[in-house]
């Protein structure tokens, strides 16, 4: 027998539809420590919230240095990483970890 159900690709994107999810979502990247995922989250955020084009217009940069930056061999700089977060409407901050190593 063969199976006719079709299924779509898992879009993150389609998922993040209010700020609290977003922040989840990029606070389980960090939390994971892994820059090449927290790279693709933030590609995942840019694409649920405006898009690329929008995202380069509101932060200055360019959509190749845009797309560069948030590439898996992106490597940004904190002010570019800052600037991308404002953008979407987001804030970088740090809170003391819950348990001491």
Avoid at 3 to 32: G, H, M, Q, R
Avoid at 51 to 62: D, K, P, Q
């Amino acid at each position: 027998m063969v199976n006719k159900d079709k299924t779509l690709p898992f879009e993150a994107a389609d998922y993040l539809d209010s700020p609290e999810a977003i922040a989840e979502y990029i606070n389980a990247a960090v939390e994971a420590g892994n820059e090449q995922l927290m790279l693709a989250v933030m590609q995942d955020v840019a694409r649920a919230l405006m898009g690329v084009s929008e995202l380069a217009e509101r932060t200055g940069l360019s959509r190749e240095a845009l797309y560069r930056t948030l590439s898996e061999t992106g490597n940004p700089r904190l002010s570019s990483l800052v600037e991308i977060l404002h953008a979407l409407g987001l804030e970088l901050s740090v809170k003391p970890r819950s348990h001491v190593a």
